[in-house]
């Protein structure tokens, strides 16, 4: 099979860290745009890229992309695309659609348009006039973005931040490919200590250990590509293996996870189970007053309540003070902390050393990150 076009799809805010994902899995000329990368590889990239991607939320095929001003227009041109040669006769095509800043503005006239047209290209194809989709499932999104309609087929089915370990979460829980993404942007490696003081049910935690012993995301859960025919079994196969081959399942850890709630702490430890990674965490009660440590250097990754997590607005500035307080004890230790609290700086007590705007679902937020010293070499961990 020629080279397919790709496109990895991510939260606005963490287009770079997919970017730099892809790369790292040896993918380059990457065109990178708001919410999504795109990008031409060989078909087994679509396996590599959902078990390994931490913070895309989707890997998409991009089928076409033209101009569509009026419902012919989309007609044509999308039965004109080579749908054929990735839907079989007995396929199941749903579509889906978006539509911004387009004269094409009713979704729903788009995606019947769309079905319609990608019928007639199958029926020319397979000779038939009605089509059961009883197969596999072959989700298509056509988006349109100022009049520019893109058509993809979606190969990964539920969204990459089902890892498979969280059955069950506490309230508001953090999104794993966010989790993730923080943890990447903090360049924390696991001979380094890393605490979250808010760990909940441990999601910042469990992605940290992932990524400390090279475990991909996706290696405990199935991929709606998987059934195409058109993606041969042997390279999901040499995909799967090559996760376990590269899996540092020895690699020692030194991460906590502190919350005050003993009931989401014991969801956490399930997670973990549920993970993979049973005891290469240390859950513990603790409330964040009593946060230390013996070693000199290390990280704290954490996603403090906010907003109406936690109350009234001096719950909030009590706490933020009292996390500057504690933090600051530590004071060669790096600190990142994802809030969108607008005045946590003030309150914390010192302005970051860089700060980040990210998304968690719908709510904007800021990645507030404090660099400690560099540790010696020699002293890395202690």
Not at 105 to 117: G, H, M, N, R
Not at 260 to 283: T, W, Y
Not at 332 to 357: H, M, P, Q, V
Request: aromatic share 10%; with cysteine.
């Amino acid at each position: 099979m020629r080279k397919i076009e790709i496109i990895a799809t991510t939260t606005f805010g963490l287009e770079a860290v997919a970017a730099d994902e892809l790369r790292n899995l040896g993918y380059e000329d990457l065109k990178v745009e708001n919410g999504k990368i795109t990008f031409f590889a060989e078909a087994d990239a679509v396996c590599r890229c959902n078990l390994w991607l931490r913070t895309a939320d989707r890997v998409r095929i991009k089928i076409g992309e033209f101009k569509a001003e009026t419902f012919d227009d989309l007609f044509e041109q999308t039965k004109a695309l080579p749908w054929d040669e990735w839907i079989p006769v007995d396929g199941n095509f749903p579509v889906e659609g978006k539509s911004i800043k387009s004269k094409l503005f009713s979704v729903s006239d788009c995606q019947a348009i769309v079905k319609k047209a990608i019928v007639e290209k199958m029926k020319q194809k397979y000779k038939v006039g009605w089509f059961e989709e009883t197969g596999a499932k072959y989700p298509i999104e056509v988006a349109l973005l100022n009049d520019i309609a893109t058509l993809t087929i979606d190969t990964s089915g539920p969204g990459l931040h089902k890892r498979g370990y969280r059955k069950i979460g506490s309230y508001a829980p953090l999104k794993e490919t966010l989790a993730a993404a923080l943890v990447l942007l903090s360049r924390w490696r696991p001979d380094t200590e890393l605490i979250d003081p808010f760990c909940g049910s441990g999601t910042i935690p469990i992605e940290a250990a992932l990524i400390g012993q090279n475990i991909a995301p996706g290696m405990n859960r199935e991929f709606i590509s998987e059934h195409w025919p058109v993606i041969p079994k042997q390279y999901w196969r040499n995909a799967r293996k090559e996760t376990h081959d590269l899996a540092r399942f020895d690699e020692p850890l030194h991460i906590r996870g502190t919350d005050i709630d003993e009931n989401v702490l014991k969801i956490a430890r399930h997670n973990e189970e549920e993970a993979g990674i049973e005891g290469q965490i240390h859950f513990q009660r603790m409330p964040v007053s009593e946060l230390s440590s013996s070693k000199k250097y290390g990280k704290i990754i954490c996603n403090p309540p906010y907003g109406e997590r936690l109350g009234n607005t001096q719950e909030i500035t009590a706490l933020y003070r009292e996390i500057g307080k504690v933090f600051a004890k530590l004071d060669t230790w790096s600190f990142y902390i994802l809030t969108a609290y607008g005045d946590f700086e003030k309150t914390f007590g010192k302005a970051a050393s860089k700060k980040r705007k990210l998304y968690n679902g719908d709510i904007k937020v800021d990645y507030y990150q404090y660099f400690g010293p560099r540790p010696p070499r020699h002293e890395k961990g202690l």
